[in-house]
């Protein structure tokens, strides 16, 4: 079965920088899209940032300019570069996997950023 295996979270202080790690795992299909995901208690998930391939990236406008989605050509492993960390990046990450149509989801991994 599917697995995405997130690490790499943690606790920073503000203008911190973290490294996230994905890695899909139990599929003969590369996905044909990776993203990052962000939540925190009482509000709706957050797209941070999704990954196609090495010409083809996307950020949302709060992460644009301090986050930088990288991966390989098979997109089944995925890295997540943050910089310049603000307390209001503190959240769980989850990465996302699109396989054959269907998402997929890891369990979510911690990022504190502190003041």
């Known amino acids: 079965q599917v697995q995405l295996v997130e690490s790499g979270g943690g606790l920073v202080q503000a203008g911190g920088s973290l490294r996230l790690s994905c890695i899909v795992s139990?599929?003969?299909?590369?996905?044909?899209?990776m993203a990052w995901y962000r939540q925190t208690p009482g509000k709706q998930r957050e797209f941070v940032a999704g990954y196609i391939n090495r010409a083809n990236q996307k950020y949302s406008e709060s992460v644009k300019g301090r986050f930088t989605i990288s991966g390989d050509n098979t997109a089944r492993k995925v890295y997540l570069q943050m910089d310049g960390l603000k307390p209001e990046d503190t959240a769980v990450y989850l990465c996302?996997?699109?396989?054959?149509?269907?998402?997929?989801w890891g369990q979510g991994i911690q990022v504190t950023v502190s003041s």
């Open positions: 996302n996997a699109k396989i054959r149509a269907t998402d997929f």
């Open positions: 139990g599929t003969i299909y590369n996905p044909t899209a």
